[in-house]
């Protein structure tokens, strides 16, 4: 087994020395004291929810904005790709970015600022080059927000409080979307279309005032980026060919790839068949089908961040990835509404246990070499790579074979995964 670590684990603390609830190292002699880090956390907190009601602005409401505005459907794809492709090949630069750069929280608030520029450009102009502008804006700034995030998180609490902390990241960040869907929906119908993208940009302005109450002071640099602290003078960093090498990694990565070629692709699989079996109920249902596992995605994040420690991170993914050959096993039978409604509940698990896990897992495999948010971009550049060929091999199933042959395909894919991951991948957690 390739190892990626070039020093002992931050677990190999001396017997005389502590470590405090956030995981913070202490002295012996010294109580911890958690005022310092305390403030942090509460203002990250309230920037998971502002930048995922932010990022909401980007979502399935510009396909509506534009086919408001006239556009045809060609061109409208052609933005939402334009968006897909500037996240897809700024994930590696971004990730390379935020291990190097010490001012973690510069990179995330220039983010925000990038994305409130990017939905104030779609709110105010419509012409080609403006929307082209602000796609390319949107895809590149999600690059460095989202593992911008992660790598505070890792630097304010350390390894060991990181799974709880990411399970309140990932609760919040659903609260906030939920919340700004509603928020964006009560506007459409009460307001112009436009006037959406207005109001969501307002959001930037207290992303930005909640990311500077985050303490720079607080944000441990070594453990943000995956590196051992126990030599604060000197940042080891292995070379970057080492992330290549871990088979655990590249088991993981692979995994998660074929999840997002199954996934990806379900919910419009299942729009089609409510299109042709409910007529105009087929949008009710398939926003309840969006809405309630986000709902699912609140109540059960802070417990998957709680049981990634007494569990490990191994059943909970076998878990997460299970559901879905199950889902699109049962769409594939059935295309009752209530039972589909039903049934997508699972997704909320696979997107709390995925949203918790996937940068645990990431720094369970990268600590101590200071590539952490490298592997974040390795990581989702394969994501993203699975997400947009999904729709297309999915489709192209389902129009040489039926729609019943798409749900069997996207099940075929979705037991791969499983089965790689239930012989391939080890528990990560020490």
């Not at 291990?99 to 510069?106: E, L, N, P």
């Not at 979307?177 to 009460?190: P, R, S």
């Not at 199954?262 to 109920?281: C, F, I, K, M, Y």
């Not at 009710?284 to 986000?294: A, M, T």
Request: with cysteine.
């Amino acid at each position: 087994m390739s190892e990626l670590r070039t020093r002992p684990s931050d677990n190999a603390f001396p017997p005389t020395a502590g470590v405090s609830r956030e995981g913070r190292f202490f002295p012996q002699g010294q109580s911890p004291d958690p005022s310092p880090v305390a403030p942090s956390l509460y203002a990250l907190d309230w920037l998971n929810f502002f930048v995922a009601a932010l990022l909401m602005g980007f979502g399935p409401f510009v396909g509506l904005y534009l086919a408001d505005r006239g556009w045809v459907p060609a061109n409208v794809g052609l933005i939402l790709t334009v968006s897909g492709l500037a996240g897809l090949l700024t994930q590696i630069p971004a990730g390379e970015l935020i291990d190097v750069v010490r001012a973690k929280r510069v990179l995330v608030g220039a983010g925000i600022a990038a994305i409130t520029l990017g939905i104030l450009l779609l709110g105010l102009r419509q012409d080609f080059f403006s929307v082209f502008a602000a796609a390319v804006i949107q895809g590149m700034a999600s690059s460095v927000i989202g593992p911008g995030i992660a790598a505070i998180s890792l630097g304010l609490v350390g390894h060991r409080a990181l799974a709880r902390r990411l399970g309140r990241n990932q609760c919040l960040a659903s609260v906030g979307g939920l919340t700004a869907a509603g928020m964006m929906g009560l506007a459409g119908y009460l307001l112009p279309i436009r006037d959406i993208f207005l109001l969501t940009a307002a959001l930037g302005l207290p992303a930005l005032l909640v990311l500077a109450r985050i303490r720079a002071s607080d944000i441990h640099f070594a453990r943000s980026c995956g590196a051992s602290d126990l030599h604060p003078t000197e940042l080891q960093r292995v070379g970057r060919s080492a992330l290549l090498k871990d088979h655990r990694l590249a088991t993981f990565a692979g995994c998660l790839f074929l999840f997002q070629l199954a996934n990806a692709s379900l919910l419009p699989l299942v729009a089609q068949s409510l299109a042709r079996t409910e007529g105009s109920w087929s949008s009710l249902i398939l926003s309840g089908i969006i809405v309630v596992p986000q709902i699912i995605v609140v109540l059960l994040a802070p417990w998957v961040g709680r049981t990634a420690e007494t569990w490990g991170r191994r059943p909970l993914l076998l878990i997460g990835l299970g559901v879905l050959p199950i889902r699109s096993a049962f769409f594939a039978m059935t295309a009752d509404p209530a039972p589909l409604v039903a049934v997508q509940m699972l997704d909320g698990l696979t997107g709390a246990t995925l949203g918790v896990l996937t940068p645990l897992v990431i720094a369970d495999l990268t600590k101590g070499t200071g590539r952490f948010n490298l592997a974040q971009g390795l990581v989702g550049t394969l994501s993203v790579i699975g997400a947009a060929l999904s729709t297309a091999v999915t489709g192209f199933v389902a129009a040489s074979y039926g729609q019943m042959a798409g749900f069997w395909a996207v099940t075929a894919v979705g037991l791969l995964a499983v089965a790689i991951l239930w012989i391939f991948m080890p528990e990560t957690k020490e």
